[in-house]
């Protein structure tokens, strides 16, 4: 026969005034919950009270009921009626709608519902907001509605608009939540999925390895490209911007690459016809332009504009109003911000002032051209009058007689006594007294043989002397356009790169030559025939600088297989220990584009191991070449880490710098990846069944 199965019984529920209500001190919760009281009695004012209190009736010596009853759990929610009846927002009498237990333990009941109650999971949320805003609800009253920011909204709803064929994989944990975030970086479902196919085969499934998976091929918004044209642009011409709302993604990935480099191309187009308005006689346009392109080619020497009456008193105004400032915090007071600012105002309209446009002699136009790009910042870069050797009018040629096989060459020759005054003009006809007949070719080769020993020998004495004189014969090769203004045999030449290094041309050291060399063609005078009384005037730490600076030009420690100059690179070594050169300093850095991408696997891990230890290594020997670089990437960035070719003699990096016994794994740092501001995935409701969206 069978045994009857005992019906449960559930507690009665009733309304209780709420004067009737007492907290219990059986209640287990003692730590603050992350939900204030007020955020939780106005949820409580718009929404009313979605659960009702766990209550037992308070009964005195004897055991008989009082009319009170205490809470032993919905101490929260009470603590929040409380505050709207202090506020007289509610009535001391409303009716509160309670559940009246009766045996077993008052803590018991209280601990029960604490831990009995299931948290609501991430997707869950992500899913709810999703639904309130197909509902019609906008960010900022979602975020009103459960006290939270509107960037915290966004990235829920965004997690949400994941294709549904992830969020299945991530409710069977088959995701992480960091994971699940980078691949909202693309919104395109296909590819998302597409993604998660390789990241099922792929060694390393960490979330930047999804960022880059479904980013490449796209240009940052860092790039000089999108800086050119603009991002808001390319969105208003229908281009999508990839971004990442979870963590730092400078800008985020313009996706249309076609489109930026036709909006580039169209733009250089127009800014290349405002250019061309100035009658150049050629424009060259390109986004960039190799290193030295500019070699071989003179360059005008313009002429500034002389500031207006008016110009130059708004000048000096701003310059005294400058002087002021700057001496009025020389001494360490605080600067204030808005005094910080006039300042950067004040600087940058001064900048102005000594950047004066220059002009061009018109006819030197005529046979002159520019050239059109970008800089590294994305601003449009203007190099103009430079000056083809084919464009350059016919050099006048030297004097010379008629008749180049005469055995002399006439010559005027005056003597007065011991000392020989020559006037010698090629081309001359013979004076008709035989006293003043011409002095011979070869007698005067004779004479000037003497004179130039004498000069060798006199200028070895005077060093100064024979400084200026180099200077001068190095400056005619570097910025005239003719060097034959001087007598010494020097000569000066540069290397133009053959083989182009990515990015050489927008590279620091690039950007650093080219403004002191403008520098300098600015301090020098236009004509060769006033540069020696020029440099004679100028002090000696000029004068050293200028040498510095054309003899620097002549540097050549290329590498090139044709070419083999052992001697010619240990004295690049030599000058490299002597300068204490760093080109971690000087800006270069490894990436996948400028070396990484290029080596074995083996050299990659090399690098690695060097920069960060052999363990960092170990943890990518796994990988592919492909994503072995990138992350190699990432290992080495800030660590200062210089390929041997680019390293001075005595240089330590990485892990030579310490002993391996003090090498430590590095610790997991904090994940960037968090939601903002560490929330619980569903915050701000009251405390418990429907109307909770996480565990309090």
């Known amino acids: 026969m069978a045994t009857a199965v005992q019906k449960i019984t559930l507690s009665p529920s009733r309304d209780i005034p709420f004067n009737k209500l007492v907290l219990s001190q059986s209640n287990v919760r003692r730590i603050k919950a992350s939900v204030s009281i007020e955020e939780l009695a106005e949820d409580i004012a718009r929404r009313g009270l979605l659960q009702g209190l766990s209550v037992r009736a308070v009964v005195d010596a004897d055991g008989a009921p009082t009319g009170m009853f205490e809470i032993p759990a919905g101490g929260r ?16 009498t409303a009716a509160v709608p309670c559940v009246i237990r009766e045996g077993g333990i008052a803590e018991e009941d209280s601990l029960a519902e604490n831990v009995q109650r299931a948290p609501l999971l991430p997707i869950d949320q992500f899913r709810a907001f999703l639904a309130l805003r197909e509902k019609g609800q906008s960010e900022e009253e979602i975020a009103a509605a459960f006290f939270v920011s509107v960037n915290v909204v966004k990235q829920r709803l965004k997690l949400a608009s994941v294709s549904p064929a992830l969020l299945d994989v991530y409710a069977e944990d088959g995701l992480t939540l960091d994971q699940l975030m980078a691949f909202t970086v693309s919104g395109d479902h296909e590819r998302q999925e597409q993604v998660l196919e390789r990241l099922k085969a792929a060694y390393d499934k960490q979330p930047h390895v999804i960022r880059r998976m479904l980013t490449e091929g796209a240009v940052r918004a860092s790039d000089k490209r999108a800086q050119f044209v603009g991002v808001d642009a390319y969105v208003a011409a229908g281009g999508t911007v990839l971004r990442d709302l979870f963590q730092g993604d400078d800008g985020g990935w313009l996706q249309d690459v076609a489109l930026i480099e036709r909006m580039v191309a169209d733009k250089l187009k127009m800014e290349a016809k405002t250019i061309a308005a100035e009658d150049w006689k050629w424009i060259e346009v390109a986004p960039d332009f190799a290193y030295g392109h500019v070699f071989g080619l003179r360059q005008l020497r313009g002429e500034a504009v002389a500031l207006t009456a008016e110009e130059e008193a708004t000048r000096d105004t701003f310059q005294a109003e400058f002087d002021r400032l700057s001496e009025e915090y020389a001494d360490g007071n605080e ?108 007698l005067m080769t004779e004479l000037t043989s003497h004179r130039t020993l004498g000069l060798r020998h006199a200028l070895g004495e005077r060093p100064d002397v024979a400084f200026v004189a180099a200077l001068h014969a190095l400056t005619l090769k570097t910025f005239y356009r003719y060097g034959s203004d001087s007598c010494l045999e020097l000569d000066l030449k540069s290397v133009s790169f053959g083989t182009q290094a990515a990015g050489l041309n927008d590279s620091a050291s690039a950007e650093a030559i080219r403004a002191r060399h403008e520098r300098w063609a600015k301090a020098l005078p236009k004509e060769s025939a006033g540069l020696w009384d020029a440099l004679q005037e100028w002090d000696g730490d000029s004068q050293a600088g200028l040498f510095a600076h054309v003899v620097s030009l002549s540097v050549n420690a290329v590498y090139e297989p044709w070419n083999r100059r052992p001697r010619a690179f240990a004295h690049a070594d030599r000058i490299a220990q002597a300068i204490d050169l760093d080109m971690a300093a000087a800006g270069w850095k490894p990436t996948v584009d400028n070396f990484l991408g290029r080596l074995t696997k083996a050299r990659i891990l090399q690098a690695v191991a060097q920069a960060k230890g052999q363990r960092a290594a170990d943890r990518i020997a796994h990988m592919k070449k492909g994503d072995m670089a990138a992350e190699a990437e990432t290992l080495l960035a800030g660590t200062d880490w210089l390929p041997e070719p680019l390293r001075t003699p005595g240089q330590t990096v990485g892990e030579e710098q310490a002993s391996e016994s003090a090498i430590e794994e590095t610790p997991e740092k ?27």
């Open 670 to 696: 904090p994940s960037e990846n968090k939601l903002e501001d560490e929330e619980e995935p569903a915050t701000h409701n009251n405390e418990a069944g429907e109307q909770i969206m996480a565990a309090e």
């Open 335 to 442: 600067l204030r911000s808005e005094v910080d600012e006039r300042l950067s105002e004040l600087e940058a309209a001064l900048e102005g002032f000594e950047n004066r446009p220059v002009v061009f002699d018109p006819a030197e136009i005529a046979r002159a051209g520019a050239f059109v790009s970008i800089d590294a910042d994305g601003q449009l870069r203007v190099e103009r009058g430079y000056v083809r050797p084919e464009h350059e009018p016919p050099a006048e040629p030297e004097s010379h007689p008629a008749d180049s096989g005469e055995a002399e060459r006439v010559m005027d020759a005056t003597y007065e006594g011991a000392e020989a005054i020559v006037a010698a003009e090629l081309g001359a006809e013979p004076e008709e007294d035989e006293d003043l007949s011409p002095i011979s070719d070869r």
């Open 77 to 92: 929610r009470y603590r929040a009626l409380e505050l709207l009846v202090k506020q007289k927002r509610l009535a001391k």
